[in-house]
């Protein structure tokens, strides 16, 4: 059940919806910061803008394609100056489709940044109404305010938490099972645990270095987003309450009385 | 008659506050709430669940943190330290450069003012009620986290009479 319904579509644009499955708003991003995300991780830059779909397949596409051309582990030989290595680590069956759907992704989630900031501000003057309240039979959501520190250091101890947080659940179950995916192929954990006893060439050794270099940006990902989000739906939830207080509490017979201050 | 009148931020405690105020008899009409702007000159570069504009030091940290350590646990196959160190140092690196950067941008370049200290009122709310409520009411502010409370006596008659 929701708290709005356009009935007769006499609205364009609106900056916010509510839904069961999470808060979706339009603000402000900056394009050169989703496109970087883009380029850390194909699809991150799209999730951030809640295009979930596309940002699921572009993330799928990574996971695939980069396993099987073997980028992150020619990146890893790479930077540790083999580069002989690298050249063997590469699969040229797969390695050149890798290019043009990488640079897709960086070029139109910048593009699409851009485009969605004028929608933006166009929907920011008009200032249609929003549902901003849903109840159904398997969640229920509304606007609140929420702590970004709280969204940073849920999303530190495993990416997805954060997401839970605001209640964004698509990205939240997203992050959840690809966590587990990489830490699970890539030994992380039994690399730290190695760590707790000293042993640090053990733990070096467990690794799986393709897999492991998922992580970094899952991990910086699922902090930036839980923490960007947190931060503009307390914006939504503000603006949201003072159209409600001047809908509600601006009565036009209310008169300001001149008076004297009383100290109790 | 009185009028008090009361300062809050935005909160889901401020709505309780005036259903509160309704349940105890005050009418709608005799509440009048003036959402402020906020100033936009003074931003603040850490936010909180009370205050949040956007700007942040986290956005340039987590970037540059995530960019050091996938080189940081790349290069750590090779270094003593290992990958899981060396991609912690990397991170712990990379968000305190993105930190300073901003810090840089924030304060050195555009040359911005003191931080504001404190929590900003962002509502001015102003009840009339008859002499015996008066203190009902003011309870019900305070309870609900009002920031200040300040109660005016007049001798107009109120619209609720």
């Keep these: 059940m929701n708290n709005f319904r356009n009935v007769d579509n006499q609205y364009r644009r609106f900056k916010a ?20 995300w883009s380029a850390a991780f194909p699809g991150f830059g799209h999730l951030l803008l809640s295009k979930y779909l596309r940002g699921f397949v572009l993330f799928i596409w990574e996971v695939v394609v980069n396993y099987e051309a073997k980028i992150n582990l020619a990146m890893v030989d790479s930077f540790s100056g083999h580069i002989e290595l ?31 900031n004028n929608v933006y501000l166009l929907a920011e003057r008009e200032n249609a109404p929003y549902n901003s309240y849903s109840i159904g039979a398997v969640e229920i959501n509304y ?68 897999w492991l270099l998922y992580m970094p940006s899952m991990w910086g990902f699922a902090v930036y ?25 601006q009565h036009s017979r209310f008169q300001i009385k001149s008076g004297k201050v009383v100290h109790k | ?34 959402p402020l702007t906020n100033r936009k000159v003074e931003r603040r570069l850490f936010d ?58 924030n304060t050195v370049v555009k040359n911005r003012q003191q931080l504001l200290r404190g929590k900003n009122p962002q509502v001015i709310i102003v009840v009339e009620c008859q002499d015996g409520q008066a203190d009902a009411v003011e309870n019900i502010l305070w309870n609900f986290l009002a920031s200040g409370v300040a109660r005016t006596t007049c001798n107009e008659h109120s619209i609720s009479s």
């Design chain 1, 17 to 36: 919806h509510v839904s069961l499955f999470g808060t979706t708003q339009l603000h402000l991003r900056n394009p050169y910061a989703i496109a970087w």
């Design chain 1, 143 to 210: 606007l609140d305010k929420r702590n970004p520190i709280m969204s940073v250091i849920w999303s530190l101890f495993m990416p997805g938490l954060g997401q839970l947080h605001i209640h964004r659940i698509l990205t939240a179950f997203f992050a959840l099972v690809w966590t587990i995916v990489f830490l699970y192929a890539s030994h992380t954990l039994e690399a730290v645990q190695f760590l707790f006893f000293g042993q640090i060439q053990n733990a070096t050794q467990v690794l799986d270095k393709q």
């Design chain 1, 225 to 249: 987003d839980s923490y960007i989000n947190t931060v503009e739906s307390n914006k939504l939830f503000e603006s949201e309450q003072r159209e409600f207080l001047i809908q509600n509490y």
């Design chain 2, 48 to 105: 909180t669940m009370h205050n949040s504009d956007g700007v942040s030091l986290v956005s340039t940290g987590a970037t540059i943190g995530t960019a050091f350590s996938v080189v940081g646990a790349s290069v750590g196959f090779s270094l003593t330290w290992g990958p899981i160190y060396w991609g912690l140092i990397g991170v712990a690196v990379g968000f305190l450069l993105g930190v300073l950067i901003d810090l840089f941008i």
């Design chain 1, 86 to 116: 690298a050249k063997h680590d590469l699969h040229p069956r797969w390695m050149l489709m890798y290019i043009p759907v990488y640079l897709f992704g960086i070029w139109d989630s910048y593009r699409t940044t851009v485009d969605m």
């Design chain 2, 1 to 34: 008659m009185i009028q008090i009148f009361s300062t809050f931020e935005h909160s889901i405690k401020l709505e309780l506050a005036l259903s509160t105020l309704e349940q105890e008899g005050i009418q709608k009409e005799c509440i009048f709430a003036v």
